[in-house]
């Protein structure tokens, strides 16, 4: 009876080593999208896609053995493209309520502290809470995680949210005057400060930072169809590159940089 026992235990420890192995050593496949976002992900001035949140994943993805296409798109497809299909890997991600039962979270690879940004010509549109908005136009990305958060305070409707694409877009029409106030990681538009606008003068600054929805960070997420031991071996690998010397001087070099 126990050498009976003895080798069935040794029959379902190999099989889960087989089974890690094959997805190790198998073509993992995984569509993989996201935004332009700077400073996390963005075309940088050579055509070349990059940013902090890239230069994990490349890390993940030579950890892993694989090599996929990197699509870039508007949020809202990235999101529902996530949302729609298996083996679909998504950064960088806000993770809140709603969004929590739609995906396989994997880690948190970055922070991100979002505000309400104005210019200094407009000092008489300073917000200091949701109150003290009074119908002022408000640039947003489509399908951001604040668009619910902000419609649900009685002093904003639709009528005064603009939805974009990307957010140096709605920065360009907040310093053009096409809105009045943006909806943004101040780590980004810190970024587009030194990137698009040299006089201080003009260049749009923090008036009020928003409630944390959820954690304060942006993921990576794999969709929810995706295979359970997919999910398990890329955030295991993942967890492993976060922790590396390499990510961890990079990170310390861009929170110093972006705060």
């Known amino acids: 009876m126990r050498l009976l026992l003895a080798r069935l235990i040794c029959i379902i420890l190999y099989s889960f080593s087989s089974q890690c192995l094959s997805i190790e050593n198998s073509s993992l496949t995984l569509r993989v999208v996201t935004e332009e976002m700077p400073p996390y992900n963005y075309t940088n001035e050579q055509g070349e896609f990059s940013g902090i949140a890239l230069l994990i994943l490349n890390e993940l993805f030579k950890k892993i053995n694989i090599n996929p296409k990197i699509e870039i798109m508007p949020w809202a497809r990235a999101y529902r493209i996530s949302t729609h299909e298996p083996n679909v890997l ?3 991600m806000a993770r809140t309520p709603k969004r929590e039962n739609k995906f396989h979270w994997l880690l948190p690879v970055s922070p991100t502290n979002v505000w309400l940004f104005t210019l200094p010509e407009q000092e008489h549109l300073q917000v200091k809470s949701l109150k003290d908005i009074n119908r002022q136009t408000i640039g947003i990305v489509r399908n951001s995680s ?3 958060f902000l419609l649900a305070h009685p002093n904003i409707d639709n009528s005064i949210i603009i939805k ?6 709605l920065y360009k029409m907040l ?16 970024f587009l400060n030194t990137k698009l606008v040299e006089d201080n003068n003009v260049k749009p600054f923090a008036s009020f930072e928003l409630p944390v929805i959820q954690g304060g960070e942006l993921y990576f997420a794999l969709s929810k169809t995706t295979p359970l031991e997919t999910v398990t071996f890329v955030k295991d690998e993942l967890a492993k590159v976060l922790k590396s010397e390499k990510i961890r001087h990079a990170m310390q070099a861009f929170n110093n940089e972006l705060y």
């Open 90 to 92: 998504i950064f960088s």
């Open 146 to 148: 604040y668009v619910n």
């Open 164 to 169: 974009g694409v990307i957010y140096e877009s």
């Open 175 to 190: 310093v053009h005057g096409r809105i009045e106030l943006l909806v943004a990681p101040i780590q980004v538009i810190n």
